[in-house]
């Protein structure tokens, strides 16, 4: 959401290159030039919004996992769906602080071999189980969530905060650099 | 590209992960990326938890260890920060950095990565002025003290984001800014949080390192947590070079419970054409290099280098070369190697190892990348200085410290604070039961004030020797930022950063607020606040602050009197 007073920061602000580092020589993985070097960009994204601006540089495909230098071995195995050392169980949430099996709070009466919380499911069925458990969920959803919490704010600065402070608790001579 | 942010996870991966995907069928969204603001609790067993500054009756394995076994993946790429409730063994194997289960990744003690063209900063850690000038010399298995102070915020590691130069998009600090809640509903924050009422009026909550660092990186985002509350602000900074001034926006989220303000889906555009990986950051990775030599393992004090004649180096910002240097250490390749691997055993519920010790182990990936750029492992440096230097040094500050303020605040957990100290901990946050909302206010009351010490003038050395902090405790009173020490250093960001751990302008503070800039006469800070701050100060006459110059009182060897004009 854009507030039609509010003036994006970088926005008409000249050069990107302003206060900060002007873009290197190109560092090229591909041997062409290109508009901006990996690290700089020329123009930052808006926080809400299309993007515009120049580009980066296209990146050349990844090979993902990729190891660089032989360290870590066998660490690509973990991204390929390792076994799991424990037996698959539902996910459902177990209550804080209970051992990480039966739910202490199953009675004798249930289903043997049932391992949900009763919180969240019951041994009548998994669809039943599953609505409890997504109930369950709402309760940590909220719709502010999405919503913009900067919303209803105005920028303040810097300077607005420092009129607000008491002259009495600064230094008197201190005083005329910061409150002419 | 949406980015979920997440306050305190306290291992509560399983429901983060959840909520989102609940969120994502609910709303039809996709989320790219989940930034979680610290407490993150990546315990693998049980060894870690031991690991974790919690009392003994918190001391859960939570779910991480499922991650980090592989019984689950994560299901969106997680970058974390480290909080105050953290397995400080495992971090520690990754000071640059890692992955700590597929898909998730700490950023270390700092660090800078960029995804989709985004880059996303952290600084972990809470901010404590007695441990601010120390090194990284914690070792496992941790005393009572070396807990606690193993993730307290170094300035070593904002000397080096402060040589960052160019544009940051997010950053992450557990703890917040100090003065951040001037910048936005500063009265809604204290109806719901009513504890922080004195820290806010006073100008004490938060971190002045952190202050420090929002002042000069100025990102588009700021993410924290730690106090379990959500917050928001818009601080549009000074103008600097003739650009536009630009503006933060501060979120802080809230820990993992129902009904809490726990997460947040804000949308920040992506750069196209940028790599889908987690990247390195090369003007972060040359800092790194840069700075290298700097790091010492050494519980005493350390000095950044600055331009006072004393030094043949201040600026360790990266140059075009440096960066271009990097990239050709990683062979151009800036992603970020998907090579994690199990380093301990994981905790194995049908085999449970009370008794196991906490391991302390060197990480591959922390070797590798070491190696790749020619770093220092800092965390074996640690262990070969182990016992050298700290055993007598640090202990007798940090107990006195505990001590006083297991006498002037309530604790948040009555009794047992620790299972391995019986001292009382300002850094702790409760972790109640669900549901107990009162209760979580009333005893994170001291917490706050704990975590947000005045910065005492004295403890963060005034003068370039190394000393222990616990003579200076009269001037605890004084509200000090850190200084910035890397040069060329103007007044410009120095005097921006300055309203923001000034005090509303309430006549009542006359007794309770100090300038920032740390008065020569230290103002009296309420009790509360920090447990610092009680000792016998000799200037507790409520006599007018004095100003001094601001930035100088940790970093400079000589204090400079000549602040007031």
Redesign the interface.
């Known amino acids: 959401m854009q507030r039609p007073q509010f ?1 994006h ?6 050069p990107r290159a ?4 002007s873009p ?2 190109a ?1 090229d ?1 591909t041997g062409g030039m290109f508009p901006s070097p ?4 020329s123009n ?8 515009f601006g120049q ?5 050349p495909p ?1 090979e ?13 195995k ?2 390929n ?6 037996t698959p169980r539902r ?1 459902s ?1 177990s209550p ?2 209970a ?3 039966r739910s202490p709070y199953e009675s004798p009466r249930r289903h043997s071999g049932y391992q949900g919380s009763p919180r969240t499911s019951t041994p009548f069925g998994s669809a039943h189980g599953r609505e409890r458990g ?1 109930n369950d ?6 719709p ?3 919503q913009d ?2 919303a ?8 607005q ?2 009129s ?3 002259p ?4 008197t ?2 005083q005329g ?2 409150y002419n | 590209m949406k980015v979920a942010v997440e306050g305190c996870c306290h291992g509560e991966l ?2 983060i992960y ?2 989102i995907s ?2 994502e069928n ?2 039809g ?1 996709k989320v790219d990326l989940l930034l979680c603001c610290g407490d993150f609790q990546a315990v693998r067993n049980e060894g870690d938890m031991k690991c974790m500054a919690v009392p003994a009756k918190y001391r ?2 939570q779910t991480f260890y499922k991650y980090y ?5 994560a299901p969106v790429l997680t970058i974390f920060i480290g909080g105050n409730h953290e397995a400080s063994n495992h971090l520690q194997e990754l000071p640059y950095g890692g992955w700590v289960a ?2 998730i990744y700490y950023l270390g003690y700092a660090g800078i990565v960029r995804f989709k ?2 880059r996303i900063g952290g600084l972990s850690g809470i901010f404590k002025s007695h441990d601010y000038k120390k090194g990284h010399f914690e070792y496992p298995p941790y005393g009572p003290d070396s807990l606690r102070s193993v993730y307290h915020i170094r300035n070593i590691d904002v000397f080096k984001l402060k040589q960052i ?3 940051i ?1 997010i950053f992450m600090t557990h703890d917040w800014p100090r ?1 951040i809640y ?4 500063t009265n809604q924050l204290l109806r719901q949080k009513k504890f922080l009422r004195q820290e806010v009026e006073c100008g004490t909550l938060g971190s002045p390192a952190a202050a420090e660092l929002l002042d000069h990186l100025q990102p ?2 700021w993410f924290s947590a730690h106090l379990h509350v ?1 917050f ?7 103008a ?8 933060t ?1 501060f ?1 802080s989220l809230d820990k ?4 809490r ?17 987690l990247e390195y ?3 972060w990775l040359a800092i790194l290099k840069a700075t290298d030599s700097l790091q010492k393992p050494s519980c005493n004090f350390w000095n950044p280098p600055q331009d006072n004649g004393l030094y043949t180096r201040w600026d360790f910002s990266a140059s ?1 070369e440096a ?2 240097e990097v ?1 050709s250490d ?6 970020i ?6 380093t301990v055993p ?1 905790y ?3 085999c449970p190892q009370p008794n196991a010790h906490p391991v302390y182990s060197t990480n ?2 922390t ?2 990348l070491c ?2 750029l020619g770093l220092t492992d800092i965390y074996i440096l640690a262990g070969q200085a182990y016992g050298e230097e700290c055993a007598t040094g640090a202990t007798g500050e940090e107990e006195d410290e505990d001590s006083t303020g297991s006498v002037d605040e309530p604790s948040e957990y009555p009794t047992d604070t620790s299972g391995l100290s019986s001292s009382y901990n300002p850094d702790e946050i409760t972790i109640e ?2 549901w107990v909302e009162e209760e979580d206010e009333e005893v994170e009351c001291t917490e706050g004030k704990g975590t947000d010490a005045v910065v005492p003038e004295g403890q963060v050395g005034s003068q370039d020797s190394d000393r222990d902090s616990s003579p200076q405790r009269e001037m605890a009173n004084r509200l000090i930022l850190p200084s910035t020490c890397s040069a060329p250093e103007s007044e410009a960001p120095l ?2 950063l ?3 751990s ?6 009542s ?2 007794q309770g ?1 100090s ?1 920032e ?1 740390g008065g020569l006469t230290p103002a009296r800070v309420p009790k509360r606040t920090s447990g610092e701050t009680t000792l016998g100060s000799a200037s507790h006459t409520g006599s ?4 001094k110059r601001r930035n100088q009182s940790i970093y400079t060897a000589v204090e400079n009197e000549e ?3």
């Open positions: 003036r920061p970088l926005q008409g602000s000249g302003a206060g900060f580092r290197p020589p560092f993985r990996p690290w700089a960009f930052p994204p808006p926080p809400f919004g299309p993007r580009r980066s540089p296209n990146t990844r993902f996992g990729g190891n660089r230098g032989g360290g870590g071995g066998g660490g690509g973990y991204f769906g390792r076994s799991p050392a424990h996910s949430p804080r602080g051992p990480f099996g997504t969920m709402e309760k940590y959803y909220k502010s969530m999405l919490p900067w209803d704010l105005q920028p303040i600065s810097v300077t905060t420092q607000k402070c008491n009495k608790l600064t230094n001579s201190r650099r910061y | 399983d429901k959840e909520s609940y969120l609910k709303e969204v859960h394995m076994s592989g019984e689950k993946k597929p898909n063209g985004v130069k160019m544009p998009d003065g001037h910048y936005g509903n588009t985002y959500k928001a602000a818009l601080m549009q900074h000074e600097k070079n003739n650009a536009a001034p630009k503006i926006k979120l993992c419970l129902p009904h303000d726990f997460l947040q889906i804000v949308e920040v555009a992506d750069r196209p054409g940028s790599s889908e990986h950051d090369p003007e075009d960066m271009m990239v990683l062979s151009g390749d800036l992603c190697p998907e090579n994690f691997s199990l994981a194995d519920p049908s591959p990936q070797t590798e190696a790749t039961d669900e005097r921006s300055r309203p923001l000034l005090p509303p302008p309430l006549a503070l006359s607020s300038e800039e007018t602050p004095q100003i602040s007031e004009d």
